[in-house]
T-cell receptor
Framework: EAGVAQSPRYKIIEKRQSVAFWCNPI?????LYWYQQILGQGPKLLIQ????????DSQLPKDRFSAERLKGVDSTLKIQPAKLEDSAVYLC??????????FGPGTRLTVL | GQNIDQPTEMTATEGAIVQINCTYQ??????LFWYQQHAGEAPTFLSY????GLEEKGRFSSFLSRSKGYSYLLLKELQMKDSASYLC?????????????FGAGTILRVKS
């Protein structure tokens, strides 16, 4: 079974630039999550989708972050414009039930 | 809100037993997870507890006491490959469903 796919794996940008990350969840998984993990911290939920609808985006900085999952399958997360403090690993996860989330390899973002 | 505490770092010797503690405060507790995360990699699922008691899975066991807001992860017969960060995560029941909140993680260093 293929796992959660993410791209790119690494991205370096300058502050005020824009960046987009892509996630393809495990086939059949209705729930998709985007997490931000800053070095030395645990993952923090940014947004949770159930199929193509948003169920929780309470911790998403909506002035600069946006995410979509138009067809209920893959998803994109965008940052526009990026700030230095956005440097982190962005993890995508998917699941079918509430009991387990499967994580992708993550995208490591460095903002200079 | 939620609050999850776990030690920042621990060191143990190969072949030994180590216990990683996690205390939590949450309004709608609906399960506790332990994840393992090697440096530069995504978290991988280790265990899940929703009822009080001990869950054993090979060299790994996880314990939960809901009345005390306390869990621990027990690793036996430590191997060098067990050097990683161990994340405690609490599933909090929300209006729309469940939300997973992660602690900062405990970095375990296994020495020979």
């Amino acid at each position: 079974e293929a796992g959660v796919a993410q791209s790119p794996r690494y991205k370096i940008i300058e502050k005020r630039q824009s960046v987009a990350f892509w996630c393809n969840p495990i086939s059949g998984h209705a729930t998709l999550y985007w997490y931000q993990q800053i070095l030395g911290q645990g993952p923090k939920l940014l947004i949770q989708f159930q199929n193509n609808g948003v169920v929780d985006d309470s911790q998403l900085p909506k002035d600069r972050f946006s995410a979509e999952r138009l067809k209920g399958v893959d998803s994109t997360l965008k940052i526009q414009p990026a700030k230095l403090e956005d440097s982190a690993v962005y993890l995508c996860a998917s699941g079918t039930s509430e009991n387990e989330q499967f994580f992708g390899p993550g995208t490591r973002l460095t903002v200079l | 809100g939620q609050n999850i505490d776990q030690p920042t770092e621990m060191t143990a010797t190969e072949g030994a037993i180590v216990q990683i503690n996690c205390t939590y405060q949450t309004s709608g507790f609906n399960g506790l997870f332990w994840y393992q995360q090697h440096a530069g990699e995504a978290p991988t699922f280790l265990s899940y507890n929703v009822l009080d008691g001990l869950e054993e899975k090979g060299r790994f066991s996880s314990f939960l006491s809901r009345s005390k807001g306390y869990s621990y992860l027990l690793l036996k017969e430590l191997q060098m490959k067990d050097s990683a960060s161990y994340l405690c995560a609490v599933r909090d029941f929300m209006e729309y469903g469940n939300k997973l909140v992660f602690g900062a993680g405990t970095i375990l260093r296994v020495k020979s």
